[in-house]
């Protein structure tokens, strides 16, 4: 029915308004017929809610801190609803600049009596807070141990929180002074150590001056959204596959290398050939951690080098030199790359791990895998294929005649997409 004007309303029915023009109007002046105290409490409340529900949106998210409260309603209508619309938060305030990557751990006795590497693997172990991102660190460490097992079981449990220390003190990140600093805290608490602990269930039994003869190679690796940081003591290796072909990370410190020749000479030492070349005919590294009664010939300085991440990094292998001893870095990577292109796609689950003792026998027990057990999308790499590529390695070892302990991380390299919510 058609609405019915009279003559003292013809006028006002001509400029009638719409229904949406109206009901506007209505809001905003409801907003602004309140008298001032009613809008500074209206005001106050409202800015405690937004406040709250900011809060909660950026705790959860770990978002920069929450923003202020906006103003309440003006005069003016408009005004105070494009302000209410600017205080919607936004869900991609917080991202994470980095995932934890795809990690496989491998490790058998081989032919030697006695175990005496270590492995350690500490995913975001560092988090470094900015204004609108969070970045983690990731860390993987092999230890090589000789004369006894206790200053790579050291290594393990406390290099990693030197490094955090010192990472989060220097706010410049210059790895190489920070990575020196973590390693010569690790060799002087390893031979504090030894000196303190009268015994203990191993062989040498921490007897001194025996426990003098016991030391360990370190190869680090610190990977941040930007950077591979990998610091080398010893004769252990870190070998980046980058578009197919390897990318020697660490250099082996050999007796015989010329540079570390020429330093163990002018230090006073001599390098002698006893099945090899060895500081003082005793050790086939030039570089370690512990091995008191062997300094300064033997270092703990590490060598550091800091190479930028590209989209055709793949993967990283960190290995004791029961591997590289006998596999060249082309061997190795070409074996990873060709198992991890075909096992993509495979989700994660159990995995049965394999321990090779001296006598010749095998132990296998069943483990979950370390990281996700969901099935992973076609072409993603899980934790359970690096896991047996790294076990691979080990095998390929065992097969050229490996007379030494063989440890071995692969790591997942590659960017994954991250989803975020909109």
């Given at each position: 029915?058609s609405d019915?004007?009279?003559?003292?309303d013809?006028?006002?029915?001509?400029?009638?308004?719409s229904?949406?023009?109206?009901?506007?109007?209505?809001?905003?002046?409801?907003?602004s017929s309140?008298?001032?105290s009613?809008?500074?409490?209206?005001q106050?409340?409202?800015?405690?809610c937004?406040?709250?529900?900011q809060?909660e949106?950026?705790?959860?998210n770990s978002?920069?801190p929450p923003r202020?409260?906006?103003?309440g309603?003006?005069?003016g209508?408009?005004?105070s609803?494009?302000?209410i619309?600017?205080?919607v938060?936004s869900?991609?305030?917080?991202?994470?600049?980095d995932?934890?990557?795809?990690?496989?751990?491998?490790s058998?006795?081989?032919r030697r009596?006695?175990m005496?590497?270590?492995?350690?693997?500490?995913?975001?172990?560092?988090?470094?807070?900015?204004e609108?991102?969070?970045?983690?660190?990731h860390?993987?460490g092999v230890?090589?141990g000789?004369?006894?097992?206790?200053?790579?079981?050291?290594?393990k449990?406390r290099?990693?929180?030197?490094?955090?220390?010192?990472?989060?003190s220097?706010?410049k990140?210059?790895?190489?002074?920070l990575?020196e600093?973590s390693?010569t805290r690790?060799d002087?608490?390893?031979?504090?150590?030894e000196?303190?602990?009268?015994?203990?269930n191993c062989?040498?039994e921490?007897?001194?001056?025996?426990?003098d003869?016991?030391?360990?190679t370190?190869v680090v690796?610190v990977i941040?959204?930007?950077?591979?940081?990998v610091?080398n003591?010893g004769?252990?290796r870190?070998?980046?596959?980058?578009?197919?072909?390897?990318?020697?990370?660490?250099?082996?410190?050999k007796p015989?290398?010329p540079?570390e020749l020429?330093?163990?000479q002018?230090?006073g030492?001599r390098v002698?050939?006893w099945?090899?070349?060895?500081v003082?005919?005793v050790?086939?590294t030039s570089?370690?951690?512990?091995?008191?009664?062997?300094?300064?010939?033997?270092?703990?300085?590490?060598?550091?080098?800091v190479?930028?991440r590209?989209?055709?990094?793949?993967?990283?292998?960190l290995a004791s030199?029961?591997?590289?001893?006998?596999?060249?870095?082309?061997?190795a990577c070409?074996?990873?790359?060709?198992?991890l292109?075909?096992?993509?796609?495979r989700g994660?689950?159990?995995?049965r791990e394999?321990t090779e003792?001296?006598?010749?026998?095998?132990?296998?027990?069943?483990?979950?895998?370390?990281?996700?057990?969901?099935?992973?999308?076609?072409g993603e790499?899980?934790?359970?294929?690096?896991?047996e590529?790294s076990?691979?390695?080990?095998k390929?070892?065992?097969?050229?005649?490996s007379s030494?302990?063989?440890?071995v991380?692969?790591?997942d390299?590659?960017r994954r997409r991250k989803?975020h919510v909109?």
């Amino acid at each position: 029915m058609s609405d019915i004007c009279y003559e003292d309303d013809a006028l006002a029915c001509e400029t009638m308004p719409s229904w949406s023009t109206r009901r506007r109007r209505f809001g905003v002046q409801r907003c602004s017929s309140m008298s001032p105290s009613e809008m500074r409490q209206t005001q106050d409340s409202e800015g405690i809610c937004k406040r709250n529900k900011q809060e909660e949106y950026d705790f959860m998210n770990s978002a920069s801190p929450p923003r202020s409260s906006p103003e309440g309603c003006s005069e003016g209508g408009d005004e105070s609803l494009s302000v209410i619309n600017e205080v919607v938060p936004s869900k991609k305030a917080a991202r994470e600049t980095d995932a934890r990557p795809r990690y496989g751990v491998a490790s058998v006795c081989g032919r030697r009596r006695d175990m005496e590497d270590a492995v350690a693997i500490h995913p975001s172990f560092v988090r470094k807070q900015t204004e609108f991102s969070r970045a983690r660190w990731h860390y993987f460490g092999v230890y090589d141990g000789h004369g006894c097992s206790h200053v790579a079981a050291r290594c393990k449990e406390r290099l990693h929180e030197l490094v955090r220390e010192e990472a989060m003190s220097d706010e410049k990140e210059e790895w190489e002074k920070l990575m020196e600093r973590s390693f010569t805290r690790m060799d002087k608490e390893a031979v504090r150590w030894e000196e303190t602990v009268m015994s203990a269930n191993c062989k040498c039994e921490l007897q001194t001056p025996n426990c003098d003869a016991v030391g360990s190679t370190a190869v680090v690796s610190v990977i941040t959204p930007e950077k591979i940081i990998v610091a080398n003591c010893g004769d252990s290796r870190a070998v980046l596959c980058r578009n197919g072909k390897p990318v020697p990370l660490s250099t082996d410190h050999k007796p015989d290398r010329p540079d570390e020749l020429d330093r163990i000479q002018e230090a006073g030492g001599r390098v002698i050939y006893w099945d090899g070349p060895r500081v003082s005919g005793v050790l086939a590294t030039s570089r370690a951690i512990g091995d008191n009664y062997l300094k300064p010939y033997v270092s703990s300085e590490p060598e550091v080098t800091v190479t930028d991440r590209t989209e055709e990094d793949e993967f990283m292998i960190l290995a004791s030199d029961g591997l590289w001893d006998v596999v060249t870095n082309e061997a190795a990577c070409a074996t990873v790359q060709m198992y991890l292109n075909k096992k993509s796609g495979r989700g994660g689950g159990r995995r049965r791990e394999t321990t090779e003792c001296g006598d010749g026998k095998e132990e296998e027990k069943e483990k979950v895998v370390v990281g996700s057990r969901k099935n992973g999308k076609r072409g993603e790499i899980t934790d359970r294929a690096c896991t047996e590529a790294s076990v691979l390695l080990t095998k390929l070892a065992l097969a050229k005649h490996s007379s030494d302990n063989v440890s071995v991380v692969v790591i997942d390299l590659r960017r994954r997409r991250k989803r975020h919510v909109g």
